[in-house]
């Protein structure tokens, strides 16, 4: 098998924001960056267990206006800025029954998350 070999200064001086970046994909990536040398900060909606320093994630919900707007403060904040972003939080949570069974406000949520969040993120660059 080939082992990966990873650059640890590739990404030195990189400023990344990672959405949902404590499980999953999310999770691999944020370990990958910073292993390449980039300053990665994550969004969680859950507190951060542990074994995870808080001041690498901010707590907030992205499916909402409020959930970004706070995202974008804290972020510059503590990087100044960011130079690339990843969108991956999205899907949904909206209950099955096809497409008539979903209500406004499953629509709007779904959007949020999916579209909206990822539009007002990358505005603020
Ligand atoms: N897994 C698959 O098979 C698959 C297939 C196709 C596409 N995808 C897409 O790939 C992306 C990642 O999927 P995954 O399965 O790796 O995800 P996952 O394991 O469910 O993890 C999602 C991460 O995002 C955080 N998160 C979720 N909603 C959030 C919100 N509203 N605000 C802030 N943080 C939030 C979660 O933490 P908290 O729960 O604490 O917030 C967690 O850290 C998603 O866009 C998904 O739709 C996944």
Known sequence: MTTLQIDPDELSGKRVLVTGGTKGMGEATVKRLRQAGAKVIATVRSKPNELQS??????????????????????FARLDGVDILINNVGGS?????????????DWQQTF???LFAAVTLQRSR
């Open 54 to 75: 808080p001041d690498l994630f901010i707590q907030s919900d992205i499916s909402t206006p409020d959930g970004v707007k706070k995202v974008i403060e804290e972020v």
């Open 112 to 114: 949020n998350a999916n």
């Open 93 to 105: 949570s909206a209950p099955s029954g096809g497409v008539l069974a979903l209500s406004d406000d």
